[in-house]
């Protein structure tokens, strides 16, 4: 056992080595600036075949594909605006992993805040009744005080 | 009232996790909606599998509906689906174009002989590059095309014999009734 490790890792280090290189092969690129952009939108895209992988990580076929086309799309001089709506008419918003708000899209953005505006509802509602009954409470009356069910 | 307002609580959970998984069954969440959807298809020209000299174009296919059916033979799914498009295929009423998708041909006509043809036309893209115009990004993944050469509806993921029943053969039926 003790022996067979230096192998499994030797076996793991350059198997490893082997699959980074093929998730992102070397490109041709014109200039460091380039490839910074590349990397840079690629890592906003999101991979339609494996949708929680953006196209730089993702090590699918179609992934490949996608930033071959992007590379030569950045070679004939597209702006990053130009390829996401390129992407975008071929493969809808869902590769934009920050989607734009139109109509489609509302109760994405603002989902989270109905839910929050909704929970605000509910604890001023409480806080509301709680107040209330403990101003009845403190109003001297001749009955006994009866439970008014806020015993949780 | 409000002693219940934990259980009712509780309930509108249950019924929206239910709700969840009954979503998840009848839609693939893995399915993106094509924003190509009666919209013109996109231009190509593609070489015949079996006659790799002689291209197909759109114009070649325009004039009346077709079926195409992208498909490969590394693709496990398109094996699933391929027994229904044999069944089907006679009896669609609409040419059926096979779209072989980033496949060695040799591969693609050795993985055919094996499963049959179902296909009128044969188109091979090996690299891949017309896919992406179609928004393609799996196998398979069908598109019905109309006449005038417009995207009236995909489906992506196997054929089945329900998706055929329930959607593919109303969506031709539509299509036949807009030119007599």
């Known amino acids: 056992m003790r022996a067979a490790l230096p192998v499994l890792l030797a076996m793991l280090l350059l198997f490893g080595g082997f699959a980074h290189a093929q998730a992102i092969e070397p490109m041709p690129f014109a200039s460091h600036a380039q490839e910074v952009r590349f990397q840079h939108l690629t890592a906003q895209l999101r991979c339609p075949m494996c949708q929680n992988e953006t196209l730089a990580d993702s090590n699918a076929p179609i992934a490949r594909d996608l930033r071959n086309q992007i590379f030569q799309l950045m070679q004939h001089g597209q702006s990053d605006e130009q390829i996401k709506q390129y992407l975008v008419e071929r493969y809808s918003d869902y590769v934009l992993y920050d989607p734009p708000l139109k109509a489609g899209t509302v109760l994405l953005w603002f989902g989270p805040l109905l839910i929050l505006l909704g929970g605000a509802g509910v604890v001023l509602m409480a806080i509301r009744k709680r107040s209330r009954g403990s101003l009845a409470a403190d109003t001297p009356s001749d009955s006994a005080p009866t439970d008014n069910g806020d015993d949780w | ?180």
């Open chain 2, 1 to 180: 009232m409000s002693r219940l307002l934990p259980f009712f609580g509780f309930v509108l959970l249950v019924v929206l996790f239910g709700f969840g998984i009954w979503w998840n069954t009848q839609h693939d969440p893995q399915a993106i909606p094509s924003p190509l959807l009666n919209k013109p298809a996109p231009a190509f020209v593609l070489p015949k599998l079996y006659e790799p000299t002689v291209n197909v174009s759109k114009s070649d296919l325009l004039g009346k509906p077709y079926l195409l059916n992208v498909f490969a033979s590394w693709c496990i799914e398109c094996g699933v689906e391929h027994p229904v498009l044999q069944a089907e295929a006679p009896t669609l009423g609409v040419l059926l174009v096979g779209y072989d998708y980033k496949d060695a041909p040799d591969d693609a006509k050795r993985w055919l002989a094996e499963h049959g043809n179902p296909y009128g036309v044969l188109i091979a893209d090996q690299p891949g590059q017309t896919a992406i115009d179609f928004g393609v990004y799996g196998a398979p993944e069908s598109f019905l095309i109309d006449s005038q050469g417009v995207i009236r509806y995909k489906h992506i993921g196997p054929m089945t014999e329900d998706v055929v029943a329930t959607e593919l053969k109303p969506a031709i039926a539509a299509l036949q009734k807009e030119t007599p």
